[in-house]
T-cell receptor, first 117, second 115 residues
Framework: KAGVTQTPRYLIKTRGQQVTLSCSPISGHRSVSWYQQTPGQGLQFLFEYFSETQRNKGNFPGRFSGRQFSNSRSEMNVSTLELGDSALYLC????????????????FGPGTRLLVL | AQKVTQAQTEISVVEKEDVTLDCVYETRDTTYYLFWYKQPPSGELVFLIRRNSFDEQNEISGRYSWNFQKSTSSFNFTITASQVVDSAVYFCALSEAKRNTPLVFGKGTRLSVIA
């Protein structure tokens, strides 16, 4: 069974630009979560999607947005990039959303390394 | 609020030594789940184990073992006879069952195994 895939793997952008990252979950998984990882802040939750609906969002500005398609694939978008957005963006998928009582295991993709210059 | 603390930022051991990575958690829920993930230099978080709060049995998987103690709110991870391939950053994480809150990670422990 194929794992979580993320594209692109590496990205270099300049301040003010926008970027779209893509995530394809494990087949059959309907929940997709996004995390930002930086050396200073560690792993921080961005948002979670289930059945094309955003269920929860972390403490990030509105420049960070996402969506999920009917095939469970998800994209996240960051507009007006800032230097501080440089990070590893990780996508994770699970069968069901967290908070459903079952402690769903999230499986992570390889991440997209974004560098903002 | 839920919180995970991994006090060891970096650990360095010589190959074949045993090493224990500490994880202490805080939660108000009685039902919760604890996880360990491994992050090699490639960046992908690799799932290692999931344990629910009602199962305090220790678990062993090959050279890996986990010690869950609710009395001290700890979920420690031991690697026996460490190998160079074990070099990675290891994350402990907590998920509360009843609250609509996402997975919370500790800051991670960077393990370096020297040949």
């Amino acid at each position: 069974k194929a794992g979580v895939t993320q594209t692109p793997r590496y990205l270099i952008k300049t301040r003010g630009q926008q970027v779209t990252l893509s995530c394809s979950p494990i087949s059959g998984h309907r929940s997709v979560s996004w995390y930002q990882q930086t050396p200073g802040q560690g792993l921080q939750f961005l948002f979670e999607y289930f059945s094309e609906t955003q269920r929860n969002k972390g403490n990030f500005p509105g420049r960070f947005s996402g969506r999920q398609f009917s095939n469970s694939r998800s994209e996240m978008n960051v507009s007006t990039l800032e230097l501080g957005d440089s990070a590893l963006y990780l996508c994770a998928s699970s069968l069901l959303p967290y908070g459903t009582g079952g402690g769903e295991t999230q499986y992570f993709g390889p991440g997209t390394r974004l560098l903002v210059l | 609020a839920q919180k995970v603390t991994q006090a060891q930022t970096e650990i360095s051991v010589v190959e074949k030594e045993d090493v224990t990575l500490d994880c202490v958690y805080e939660t108000r829920d009685t039902t919760y789940y604890l996880f360990w993930y491994k992050q090699p230099p490639s960046g992908e978080l690799v799932f290692l184990i999931r344990r629910n709060s009602f199962d305090e049995q220790n678990e062993i998987s090959g050279r890996y073992s986990w010690n869950f103690q609710k009395s001290t709110s700890s979920f420690n991870f031991t690697i026996t006879a460490s190998q160079v391939v074990d070099s990675a950053v290891y994350f402990c994480a907590l998920s509360e069952a009843k609250r609509n809150t996402p997975l919370v990670f500790g800051k991670g422990t960077r393990l370096s195994v020297i040949a």
